[in-house]
């Protein structure tokens, strides 16, 4: 039955129409031969989430959801990041583990407690680790406060930031972080998953802040115990843009090349690591360059925009303002890369005389530090779809703020990018064993 149902999503392509009466067809043939009718309903739900899981998960035609588990789980990639922290360790606890989507990642070659006081999602959890080959899997229908973890050796806890279709209020979360940070007192390496806009202030000394972001998307902050902190910040892209050496002219800044010359794989996880400095968070502060640098949403809530400017051998061109800037093109996985074109301060009447003198192609408008409707400037701008040239150059509005004054800067994308950091090592974080430095640092 699921297969006949999985059938109706990935006969070939076709519209909304089309899916509706393959589905109707199907699903009257089924009905026809004897399957309840909420049976058919269930097949055609699973079929679905399981096409939409895809984009999350390797095997998902193999596993099972629920709309608000698949909405809340994270990706297999993120996944199989964080699991590398707990290498070495052989039994686990997954509380809060919804469908499975981090104890799929923590159970290969393990023992691993699923602990969720949802029954059906636990029980599709069982299923989904099943898949991915577990050692051995226990289950445990309970409140996560009432587990009995002795002789546990990691804990991970995804803590629920919703009870049914309500949200709970911002920051707060069931059960309470406070309580996962102190599991930390019975079981010392403790991972927590917790939302990206988590006050950084309420993690305890000696824990590491991740922010992790899926491309130029900040999908969650992780916080790992003493035992498993590795530093104090770190920023991860889990799918970087692919980096090449084709555009490029080679900068001249010595040691600017990694030893190898050679870029880093499209699609694999790279890490940013350091220490927040509050007397200096975004490095030194200078007028626009030849480049500018549009940093990861992870960098600037890792708050390692000063780090990135330093191995990039850029500059902030407002201390307020994330944006960096440099006179040679360094690519990195952890910032956008544009050419500045023209740097003016912020008038309308004077930016849409520019554009139209350069026969542009496309407009992208990116805001930081200003308020304003981005479409209605867009309007201003180009108020007629004709004043956009065929194969013009792509063109990118930059709404800034510079020595604390409205600046715009018309930027073009860099088309290819190659990596110029001589700590490329440094940078990449994969499934290997991560170092484990003192506590004392």
């Not at 030849?290 to 902030?316: F, I, K, N």
Request: net charge positive.
């Amino acid at each position: 039955m699921l297969a006949a149902a999985a059938a109706v999503y990935s006969g070939g392509a076709g519209g909304g129409g089309e899916i509706a009466a393959r589905e109707l067809a199907v699903g009257t043939r089924l009905r026809a031969e004897g399957v309840p009718v909420g049976l058919v309903a269930a097949a055609f739900t699973q079929a679905e989430l399981r096409r939409r899981a895809a984009a999350k998960f390797a095997r998902a035609e193999e596993m099972f959801f629920t709309r608000a588990g698949l909405e809340q789980a994270s990706s297999q990639a993120a996944a199989e990041h964080r699991a590398a922290r707990f290498a070495g360790l052989r039994r686990l606890a997954d509380l809060c583990t919804g469908i499975g989507g981090d104890a799929l990642a923590l159970a290969p070659g393990r023992e691993i407690l699923l602990v969720d006081r949802d029954p059906m999602h636990l029980r599709m959890a069982a299923l989904n680790v099943a898949v991915h080959g577990a050692h051995r899997v226990d289950t445990l229908l309970a409140d996560v406060r009432d587990a009995d973890l002795t002789g546990y050796d990691g804990v991970f806890v995804d803590p629920a930031r919703r009870t049914g279709d309500r949200r709970l209020a911002s920051r707060a979360s069931e059960p309470p972080l406070p309580w996962c940070f102190a599991l930390a007192d019975r079981v010392a390496a403790v991972a927590v998953k917790a939302a990206p806009g988590l006050a950084t202030d309420q993690v305890p000394p000696g824990w590491e802040i991740e922010f992790v972001a899926d491309g130029r998307d900040l999908k969650e902050a992780v916080l790992f115990s003493p035992a498993l902190a590795t530093t104090e910040r770190r920023a991860t892209v889990l799918h970087p843009a692919p980096l090449s050496s084709s555009a490029l002219p080679s900068p001249s800044r010595p040691g600017a090349l990694g030893s190898s010359g050679a870029a880093l794989p499209g699609g694999r996880p790279v890490s940013l690591v350091g220490i927040p400095d509050p007397a200096e968070p975004g490095g030194p502060v200078a007028a626009p360059g030849q480049y500018l640098y549009d940093p990861s949403p992870a960098v600037t809530r890792a708050g390692l925009v000063g780090e990135l400017a330093r191995r990039l051998g850029a500059w902030q061109i407002d201390p307020m303002i994330a944006f960096l800037s440099s006179d040679e093109p360094v690519a990195s996985p952890f910032a956008r890369l544009l050419r500045i074109a023209a740097s003016l301060p912020f008038d309308v009447r004077r930016l849409a005389g520019e554009l139209r003198g350069r026969g542009i192609g496309s407009l992208e408008i990116r805001r930081r530090g200003l308020a304003g409707d981005v479409e209605e400037l867009r309007r201003r701008l180009l108020p007629r779809r004709r004043d956009l040239v065929a194969g013009g150059p792509a063109i990118t509005l930059v709404m800034t703020r510079l020595r604390d004054e409205p600046w715009a800067l018309l930027c073009t994308p860099v088309a290819d990018n190659r990596v110029a950091d001589n700590r490329v090592d440094e940078l990449v974080s994969d499934a290997r064993p991560l170092p484990r430095p003192s506590v004392n640092g």
